[in-house]
């Protein structure tokens, strides 16, 4: 009994020697389902996704106010996802910028039409109405809270809301109006706001790539009514390889924009460099579309918006408030933009790869 | 021999108690030494492929594996509040600049650090050297960081293996001096006089002094584990008490006889030396067999209870009889209870009904005994096997304090990863690029076919980062490595990447100490990789190793001394039948403490009184351990019992009388003997180190067990029931065995 005890208690199979198939094939792409709503305003089950907020606020007395808001949410499926929140705040009247981030580990949400998420004291919540969101931020130097309410038809961009990419794939969606009403406390002064906002939705199995890859992105809140989402993107070696963008009507019809077929020529009129992280962003910019028949001129409201808290250093990128103006169909028109530039920093060596 | 030996211990006595003096005045500066030179651990060995792995994935891959855990809280701040990141990072700064320090990670490097349930952040620092030398680092460490504001707990592998020191040197203490006391009561019990209770205490306490101080210089030769003191120190008391309780029972009966005192010395030399030199040569087959294995622990327990119980036997036969001679009649001086000496026939009246009993109702007594102790065997085939962690240590402890945290907020140790490294055929030049399309490709095929092993739940590695990837989509995010912003790819691509080797983690629900886990490290190391070689390491792999490595040896060498005690009790007791009725009893005895093991150490029955937490496995080394202690010592009483039957049967040639007497002349001195190694064992229940405290219950009930329900009621049963029986030796076995005299 003992002989026949020890020799079962410590036993293990043994197993035969496999050798390792070779030629192992990657699992399909999933063919993209419709983005439907309200559920594809909740989380997703996604390597990275982010709820995206900018647009331009004023006070009852005319004090503007450029905002951006983003939650991105990242996970490995190891382990708790991965939350951060940051939020860019541009007082015109002042020039100042704040760079305020919050972060956490674990997802926590509540409800299955609407969704609160809590980053650290940070709120921010999903409404079960398509396009209703908001925040609510609160640090030593400023606290803010919005509501921000679609008063536009949702943007699917191309097409059908999703983009394949060198890096994956992601779904992606924007509110481009977004009516916003909120409270701000600035240095212990309340401050009503009104304004409009952009919102972008954007998630997948897809990785962002730093410098030599990167982006320009444009939300463009056109003074007729129309709205125009512009993205170039540079691939993994540096060189750009695809401009897209979608534009929407003042009737809410949307136009999806290609390279190729639409005649899109982004131009970089300036740089900047910050003294941060050493970065040089475009700064200004000339855009044409033939398809439109509409050409802009962007320019930063003031150079320095750069957004580096709470991300890896190569993570940082601006994000900032323009002005553009120029013609469409032969008519003056002008418009307020958000631009966010990605891949500028110089990602730090790798340690290992320098020996 | 042995008669000689006791002569000149009687004429020289002053000179051999002289001796002694100063043997135990030497010893005393070092036996309390005698953790010293101690090692942490020894459960592993450089030869286990899992250790060898362990190297080959910190030379190429600059894996550490051994990290000092730091654990801040505060009341109020949250992790990401400005003033608790800014505290953490004063309290580690400057930490990297030790040549001992890999990597100093914090809740900033990887949010997931941070507690999602209390202002808690687990910070990790990486060691570049080995866990005997971290344990003098640590301090340097604990003096460097200050945490302000923050509250600090320190775990992590050095500072549980100082507690597990500082525990064990406690819990010794706390054996100690719980043990020698009630030892001493006991022996009182017995004897009834004081000097005669004293004795074998003081006896037996200065062969576990010389013991200790052998230990504390062998330790300066030879590796030994730290979690080998107790054990040492526990079988040193027991077992020096119990020889020089026979030994001081004998010279009683001698006395009584009427001999003269150095008459009476050198007779209970003749007899009881010659029971207490077979009964450590008996214990010494089943101790010495833990030498055999390849575990240092396990050695290192073999080697110091050699040691003690060589001095406790050197104190027995020099020692003792000295003292005696010396002593006389005063031995049976202060007499404090009635006198019960084991030769009074009215001090029979306990074992004589008994066994009248016994020889009347065999079956009545065998069927519902083996019965029981079949039933207290049976909890042990459910054993499962495994290795010990911080819960072995009591949560007073800080160590275990921050491990409980690290378990319970950021689910240590309750999941398994298993590092596999795989090394390039070719890790020279632009093949050593971990990069190339080639290397990426075997690395993906790799990674598909762990993915793919049963209990597999997810593997992390540069090609297991999107299921829809293939090796050209991952040659083309690695164009440029440094530019991935990934929190989790660009964390993979600086510390699992090196040239000519990648780093896979593969991650299972299973618990690290399940056998189903070691079945998955057995899958994995079937692999063969296409080109190159596969190195798994990780706990899971070195239990896998621990447990293939003792139990692949085991049965062997259980199946070995059963032999050779069979073959000695044969050549003993010119009996076939005897010996195998010895061998299969103590058989029962060990089963049955096993099956109390797993009862209550991995089952966790009486954990609340025990104040332990279950530890749902069975420390791998245990049942060896408590194999080759607890063979030695039933075999001693089996010994003591079986010769007073045999003496009896000879002069008169009757059975059941002989097993009658037998038993009545014995039973006091096992009982005695016995309930003594008991309570020294049950002392170490009280141990903080849960590994010690279950080798204390487990050998406490084996002995309970063994001259309880075994020696009084079994044996004597299936003796009587044998009958004749007892006695056959084929006559051409009888003709080749050498005579031994059993006259012990």
Redesign the interface.
Known sequence: ???T???T??????????????????????TPAPVSFPQDEQAHDS??EWWYHSGHLESESGREFGFHFVVFK?D?????P???AQLGLLDLETGKHYDLS?????F?SSGDSELSIEI??WVYGIGGRPGSHGFAVTTDEVSMKLSLTAASPVMLHNEIGWIPS???ASYYYSWPRQDAVGLLILDGERIGLTGTGWFDHQWG?F???????GWQWFAIQLDDGGSLMITEARG??GVMVDTYGTYMSTEGEAKILRQESGGIELTATGEWTSPTTDATYPSGWTLRIDSLDLSLTLEPVIKNQEVQSGL?A??AYWEGKARASGHQNGEPITANAYAELS?YVD???????QR | MLTAIGIFAVRRKYIVLATWIIVILGALPFAPRAQEFLKPGGFSNESFPSVQARKVLQERLEVTTLTVDFVFTHPEWSPFDPRFSGAVENAVEGLTDYDEIAYVATHLDDPQRASAVSNTVHVSMGLTIELDQSLEFLETVIDHVDSGPLGLVITGGPALYRDISLASERDLRRGETVAFPIATIVLLLVFGTLVAAILPAAVGGGGVLAGLAIVFFMSQGIDMSVFALNIVSLLGIGIGIDYSLFYTSRFQEELRRGRTVDNAVIAAHSHAGKAILFSAVTSLIGLLSLVTFDVMMLRSVGIGAVAVIFAALLAALTLMPAILAILGHRVNRFRVLPRWGTNSRKNFSFWVPLSNWVMRRPWLVLIPTSTVLILLAVPALSMRLGTVDATILPDSLESRQGFDVLREEFGFALQTIIPVGYTFADAAGEAANPFAFENLTTAYDIGRELERVEGVTKVTSIVNLDPTFGPEQYELLYQHPEAITDVTAAQLVRESVRPGAILFLVHSDLHPFWPETRQLVTDIRALIPPSGQLHVNGGASEITDIVNTLYGKFPYIVGAVLLVTYLSLMLLFRSVILPLKAVVLNVLSILASYGALVFVFQQGHFSGVLNFEAMGVIEATLPILLFAIIFGLSMDYEIFLLSRVAEAYERTGDNVASVAEGLQRSGLIITGAASILVIVAASFVLADVVVVKAIGLGLAIAVFVDVTLVRALVAPAIMRIAGPWNWWLPAWLDRILPQVKHDV
């Open positions: 009994m003992l002989l005890l020890l020799a208690v410590g036993c293990v199979k043994s197993a035969e020697q496999r050798d390792v198939t070779t030629g192992a094939i990657p699992n399909p792409t999933a390597r990275l990242s490995d499926g190891l382990s708790e991965n939350l951060v919050r972060a956490e580990a674990g926590r650290a004291n060198e890096a994956g199995d990785f962002v790539l730093g410098k030599p890859a993994i070696d890896p190569v993570s891949g990602p730090g060596p790798i340690e290992w790869m």
